[in-house]
T-cell receptor
Framework: KAGVTQTPRYLIKTRGQQVTLSCSPI?????VSWYQQTPGQGLQFLFE???????NKGNFPGRFSGRQFSNSRSEMNVSTLELGDSALYLC?????????????FGPGTRLTVL | KQEVTQIPAALSVPEGENLVLNCSFT??????LQWFRQDPGKGLTSLLL?????REQTSGRLNASLDKSSGRSTLYIAASQPGDSATYLC???????????FGTGTRLQVFP
């Protein structure tokens, strides 16, 4: 069974631009969660989508948004990029709501904002 | 607010040693706890998942225990190898937050 995939793996953007990251969960998994990892803040929860609905949200500004499609694939969008948005963005999938099930992570997208 | 702490922050040991990584959390109302491994610049690999009703889980040379009432978990690595060098993260799931809350990790180096 294929694991969680994320595209692209690397991105370089400039301040003020916007970016869209994609995550394909493990087949049959209905929940996708997104996390931001930085050296200073560690791993922080962004949001979770379950059956195309945002189920949970972390403490990030409205510039961070996401959505989930009917095939459970998810996208995350960051608008008006800031230098501090440079990070490794990880997505994780689980069979059901993330509070109960084991989560499986993708390789991440490394975003660099110049 | 759930807080997860991992001690030590870094650890360097010679090959063959048995070692223990510690994880503590402040809110004992959790569904489960996961241990992950992360290689530099890579994603997270799930090592072990312990449900709140369980006391321990084993996978190969790894053994994780959970004492929910005291808010502690340990990851025991037997006969460490250079390939075990990575950052190890614990994360608690559920309770009042209903999402994974991560510790800051323990960076492990095993030298030959």
């Amino acid at each position: 069974k294929a694991g969680v995939t994320q595209t692209p793996r690397y991105l370089i953007k400039t301040r003020g631009q916007q970016v869209t990251l994609s995550c394909s969960p493990i087949s049959g998994h209905r929940s996708v969660s997104w996390y931001q990892q930085t050296p200073g803040q560690g791993l922080q929860f962004l949001f979770e989508y379950f059956s195309e609905t945002q189920r949970n949200k972390g403490n990030f500004p409205g510039r961070f948004s996401g959505r989930q499609f009917s095939n459970s694939r998810s996208e995350m969008n960051v608008s008006t990029l800031e230098l501090g948005d440079s990070a490794l963005y990880l997505c994780a999938s689980s069979p059901g709501a993330s509070g109960i099930y084991e989560q499986f992570f993708g390789p991440g997208t490394r975003l660099t904002v110049l | 607010k759930q807080e997860v702490t991992q001690i030590p922050a870094a650890l360097s040991v010679p090959e063959g040693e048995n070692l223990v990584l510690n994880c503590s959390f402040t809110d004992s109302a959790i569904y489960n706890l996961q241990w992950f491994r992360q290689d530099p610049g890579k994603g997270l690999t799930s090592l072990l998942l312990i449900q709140s009703s369980q006391r321990e889980q084993t996978s190969g040379r790894l053994n994780a225990s959970l004492d929910k009432s005291s808010g502690r978990s340990t990851l025991y690595i037997a006969a460490s190898q250079p390939g075990d060098s990575a950052t190890y993260l614990c994360a608690v799931n559920g309770g009042n937050t209903d999402k994974l809350i991560f510790g800051t990790g323990t960076r492990l180096q095993v030298f030959p």
